[in-house]
């Protein structure tokens, strides 16, 4: 069973999308091996492999290099479900941020986020970082859940200055204009992370439809949301969850079985049964985590070993040089363009 998350909801909106644009949705459903009825299936769910080969082939048909911008446009708050009408209620843009740091898992397992402190300019930044490979679908992802973001945002508190910058960590497209005009702010490229910045004075103004009744209520909505997907989700990538979660200390085997309420024996005979282990989802953690911290440019290699868990910069560079066939510094070297 595939862990990969994204409701059908986000596979019609880029069929209609496709549609406005005057391209076939079926077509472009037939290029991957999908039939048009299979999105009025409420249960349907793609591998991230084909959504990566619909993603690529929706570009084809579209013939539109600023697709993820288009689509993003139409992915406004009433599209995420529970979330969305939690956001709704929320008391303050910390709050809604917060929920959507705890909650984005019930909506799409495709990213992570997490809200950072910036102490230079005082601004706080959502970091958006892709727990999966997308390769030539990164772009148009990024900028299709960036705008989502913001329309969140636009929705509570419309006309508002909360939104100071777009980071992305792409080259600058040649649709960099309309990023801008359709952002609304300053849109960075070459970033080390895909982010929004925020005023940090901004986050705690109260909003003007806040109910914290609805908003406790739609909060347990989602909680229930994110318990279901947890059971049904492998024990594996729930580590890995936990790992990435806790990605500057990394818990050991028998801490993690703890937090499982399991033995160390039991987490391992479970693992195995997956086909997997405990030292093997380490590794793809720090693989994962390694690639990122060095495309950021922000620490050195040996910071990055530290970061890891390693005790001898020596043992990553050679971990890295296993997963890559290049070493840390030539892999930060010859960093690909998007």
């Known amino acids: 069973m595939s ?34 009825q299979e999105l009025d299936d409420q249960h349907y769910q793609p591998s991230i492999e084909l959504f990566s080969q619909l993603m690529e082939q929706a570009l084809v048909r579209s013939n539109e290099p600023a697709f993820g911008l288009l689509l993003g446009e139409r992915l406004i708050i009433s599209t995420h479900g529970a979330l969305g009408f ?34 230079s300019c005082q601004r706080e930044q959502l970091r958006f970082v892709a727990a999966y490979k997308l390769g030539s679908i990164e772009r148009t992802v990024m900028e299709a859940i960036l705008l989502a973001v913001k329309n969140i945002i636009d929705a509570l508190s419309p006309g508002s200055l909360s939104i100071e910058r777009i980071n992305f960590p792409f080259p ?36 003007r439809m806040a109910d914290p009744v609805a908003f406790h209520e739609a909060e347990l909505i989602c909680q229930r949301e994110l318990q279901k997907i947890s059971e049904s989700t492998s024990l594996g990538s729930r580590i890995r969850r936990l790992m990435l979660e806790r990605q500057t200390g990394f818990p050991s085997l028998v801490v993690a079985a703890r937090l499982f309420y399991m033995t160390p024996r039991t987490l391992h005979r479970h693992l195995q049964a997956e086909g997997t282990s405990f030292k093997q989802i380490l590794m793809e953690v720090r693989h994962s985590l390694a690639l990122e911290h060095i495309s950021s440019g922000k620490l050195s290699v040996e910071e990055i070993a530290l970061t890891l868990g390693y005790s001898d910069v020596a043992n990553f560079r050679r971990a890295f040089k296993q997963w890559e066939g290049v070493s840390p510094s030539e892999y930060r070297g010859m960093k690909p363009s998007v």
Request: charged content about 20%; proline content about 5%; hydrophobic content about 45%.
């Open 86 to 119: 939690a956001a709704l209620q929320g008391g303050s843009l910390r709050q809604v941020i917060l929920l959507l740091e705890r909650y984005l898992a019930v909506r799409t397992s495709l990213l992570r986020v997490r809200l950072e402190h910036e102490e």
């Open 172 to 207: 600058t497209p040649s649709y960099a204009d309309l990023a801008r005009e359709i952002f609304g702010c300053a849109v960075e490229y070459d970033q080390p992370w895909a982010a929004i910045s925020f005023n940090q004075s901004a986050l705690d103004v109260p909003l």
């Open 3 to 36: 862990d990969f998350l994204l409701p059908v909801q986000y596979l019609r909106q880029i069929a209609e999308q496709l549609r406005v644009m005057g391209a076939s949705p079926d077509a472009w459903l037939a290029d991957c091996g999908v039939q048009s």
